[in-house]
Structures are given as C-alpha cells and as structure tokens.
C-alpha cells in the first residue's frame, strides 16, 4: 500500500530558531502534498496545500512566511517553520496524494510533534 | 464553505455491542467524497470507510459501515461488534472537488470490555 514518512518524528527546538519537517512518498508519486496541524485532543486544521513545482496555497490565517512549505519532487515536500516560537508547538501532519488521480485518497504520514521551548 | 459537524466528543459501548457515530456536514456541491478516519493513539490516521456521494448505495467494510443520507447531508458510521481495537479518535471528513479534505472535530470511542 501507499506508505508516507515523516521526518523527525519528534523535534524540540529553541524558541526563534527554524525547523524542517520533511515528508516523502515512498512508493508513490505525489503530485499533490497537504500539511496538517493538529493541537491536542483537536482536530486537524489544513495548513496548505503543496503542489509539485509551483507555489503553495495556504489556508487562510496562515503565515506564509512564517510555515515556509516547499515540493521540489514528486515524493518530498518540506515545511520549515521559521522563527518558532512555543505557541507553534504541535502535532504536524501530511498527507499525499498520488500522481493522475482520479483517485480520493490521500495517504497520511504518522505525524511530526514539535516542541519550542 | 464546506463544514463538517460531530456532535458527540466522546461515546462509549460494551464491547461487541454497536455503536454509532454521527456526522453532518454542509455543501453546495454536487461531487464529493466523505470519509471517516480512524486515529489512535499513535496519532497515524487510518482510513475506515469511504462514500462517493453519486452512490446511493452505503459503504460497508467489514464490521464498519455507514448510513449516506445525501439530501439530510448526514453521514454516520456504524461499528459492529465492538472491539478492544476499535478504541480511537474518529474524524468524520469532507473531500471538496478541489482535494481538500475537511475534518469535523472527532469523537473519542471508548470500548468497555
């Protein structure tokens, strides 16, 4: 089956750096990514959608400067929180969703919790 | 826009009892997709079942299965024989034409052995 990584599953960070949680399709292409944010015991807020080679479209009340998302393939997708700050700490998600679909799904990676003290 | 609405934040049942999850949700389109997904604790979101709204005829996968009621914009999910297993956050969705998918606010099932 379509299988989705994350990269760090976990990350602590200092407050005012920056940091990259990457998402890869593995056994897929996926010409469309979407990234998640997740806070506890809430539901999953979409972020942005990433299509390959072009710009991504965010959702409104996201800082486009601030997640900084990139697709440069068709089986990664980037988002780099810049300058972070505690009350960015939360649980990151992104999901794929394959090459000429027609198809609905979209694949779900595991999640990357992130921690700014 | 597309709204989507769990009303229950949390249920319980016995297991191998039914229980049932409901969702409504809110659009002007005509083609779509609905959803619920499974998230347990790992927080890896599991699909459980999928409706094409042009299908009359409701989705069934093993023990889960739901009721598409497209003019009431309902859509509910049925778990059969309840089991240990089942124990999770559920999240109803709504997949737009444009791809986006848009969660309601989850049910947390417990399963009472």
């Known amino acids: 089956g379509a299988v989705v990584s994350q990269h760090p599953s976990r990350v602590i960070c200092k407050s005012g750096t920056s940091v990259k949680i990457e998402c890869r399709s593995l056994d897929f292409q996926a010409t469309t990514m979407f990234w998640y944010r997740q806070f506890p015991k809430k539901s999953l807020m979409l972020m942005a959608t990433?299509?390959?080679?072009?710009?991504?479209?965010?959702e409104q009340g996201v800082e486009k400067d601030k997640f900084l998302i990139n697709h440069a393939s068709l089986t990664l997708s980037t988002l780099t929180v810049t300058s972070a700050h505690p009350e960015d700490s939360s649980f990151y998600i992104c999901?794929?969703?394959?090459?000429?679909?027609?198809?609905?799904?979209?694949?779900f990676g595991p999640g990357t919790r992130l921690t700014v003290t | 826009a597309q709204t989507v609405t769990q009303s229950q934040p949390e249920m319980s049942v016995q297991e191998a009892e039914t229980v049932t999850l409901s969702c409504t949700y809110d659009t002007s389109e005509s083609d779509y997709y609905l959803f619920w997904y499974k998230q347990p604790p790992s927080r890896q979101m599991i699909l459980v079942i999928r409706?094409?709204?042009?299908?009359?005829q409701n989705a069934t996968e093993n023990r889960f299965s739901v009721n598409f009621q497209k003019a009431a914009k309902s859509f509910s999910l049925k778990i059969s024989d309840s089991q240990l297993g089942d124990a999770a956050m559920y999240f109803c969705?709504?997949?737009?034409?444009?791809?986006?998918?848009?969660f309601g606010k989850g049910t947390r099932l417990h399963i009472l052995p």
């Open positions: 409706q094409e709204a042009y299908k009359q």
């Open positions: 990433s299509n390959e080679g072009s710009k991504a479209t965010y």
């Open positions: 999901s794929a969703r394959s090459l000429g679909s027609s198809s609905y799904e979209q694949y």
């Open positions: 969705a709504y997949r737009s034409e444009s791809g986006k998918i848009i």
